[in-house]
């Protein structure tokens, strides 16, 4: 969530720092949602749908940024 919310409201920590916190705990709640809706009536860990929704967006952040050097 801290990768989006920089891409989106720049590089500011006076923005970033409140945004990544209103907006990762929206993330949390949804993946929470989910992971309870998914499988009714088990539940599916939050761990695998924040990683199912999280690793293909760090795939793109390694393909898409040049490295420093």
């Known amino acids: ?17 409140p945004l990544s916190l209103l907006f990762g705990g929206g993330f949390l709640v949804l993946a929470d949602v989910l992971g309870r809706q998914l ?4 539940e599916t860990p939050i761990g695998v749908i924040t990683a199912f929704i999280g690793a293909p967006f ?12």
């Open 1 to 17: 969530v801290p990768h989006v919310v920089r891409l989106r409201a720049g590089a500011s920590y006076r923005l970033v720092i």
């Open 58 to 69: 760090f795939i793109y952040l390694l393909r898409t940024r040049r490295v420093a050097g």
């Open 39 to 42: 499988m009714s009536p088990a």
